[in-house]
Antibody, heavy 122, light 107 residues
Framework: QVTLKESGPALVKPSQTLTLTCTFS??????????VNWIRQPPGKALEWLAR???????FYKTSLKARLTISKDTSKNQVVLTMTNMDPEDTATYYC??????????????WGQGNMVTVSS | DIQMTQSPLSLSASVGDRVTITCRAS??????LNWYQQKPGKAPRLLIY???NLQSGVPSRFSGSGSGTDFSLTITSLQPEDFAIYSC?????????FGPGTKVSIK
């Protein structure tokens, strides 16, 4: 059974750095083809993909946010960590981690965590 | 960057209705298009991947079609549990943009 769960602060101040952890089970990020992503959703708005780390430690970022994002994995702990620097009130959102696998039909997010709501406010 | 648009952005329908939602990409994404369902306060759920492949456990009343830039999601007989927001997502590029979502509500 595949599960993912996000953990991190509910409130951060503007200019601070956000650190979120995704702890997963039911698969290994050392298995060929496995990938974990971070996706966010501001209240009432669309989903926005942020970053991805692959089984071979390849990393991909949303172009417009690349300077602020860092994704890393700890295979032994079954965790993926996302850091986002210089937080702004516009970064207020629910942050999800989601799994993808290498698939002939492309990248689709087949399992999601429950989300971690982050509010940026002083 | 590939932009994804959806129409309509909201619709009202009755149980038993046939509903079709359209998704358009700003350039060809061939068949790299997925659909998700999201209910209030919940994470999205994968419904369809690769335009028309039903994710395991998804009822057969959901179907998808299209290619290139124009895609659609159809629910053949709307059920009470189908009232939700539906979003498309492209995976042709490594930016994985989502559409704005279509809210399906009860008439």
């Amino acid at each position: 059974q595949v599960t993912l769960k996000e953990s991190g602060p509910a409130l951060v101040k503007p200019s601070q750095t956000l650190t979120l952890t995704c702890t997963f089970s039911g698969f290994s990020l050392s298995t060929t083809g496995m990938r974990v992503n971070w996706i966010r959703q501001p209240p009432g708005k669309a989903l926005e993909w942020l970053a991805r780390v692959d089984w071979d430690d390849d990393k991909f970022y949303k172009t417009s946010l690349k300077a602020r994002l860092t994704i890393s994995k700890d295979t032994s702990k079954n965790q993926v960590v996302l850091t986002m620097t210089n937080m702004d009130p516009e970064d207020t959102a629910t942050y999800y981690c989601a799994r993808t696998q290498l698939h002939a039909t492309g990248i689709h997010f087949d399992y999601w965590g429950q989300g971690n709501m982050v509010t940026v406010s002083s | 960057d590939i932009q994804m648009t959806q129409s309509p952005l909201s619709l009202s329908a009755s149980v038993g209705d046939r509903v079709t939602i359209t998704c358009r990409a700003s350039q060809s994404i061939i068949t790299y298009l997925n659909w998700y369902q999201q209910k209030p306060g919940k994470a999205p759920r994968l419904l369809i991947y690769g335009v028309s492949n039903l994710q395991s456990g998804v009822p057969s009343r959901f179907s998808g079609s299209g290619s290139g830039t124009d895609f659609s999601l159809t629910i053949t007989s709307l059920q009470p549990e189908d009232f939700a927001i539906y979003s498309c997502q492209q995976s042709y590029t490594n930016q994985f943009n989502f559409g704005p979502g279509t809210k399906v509500s009860i008439k």
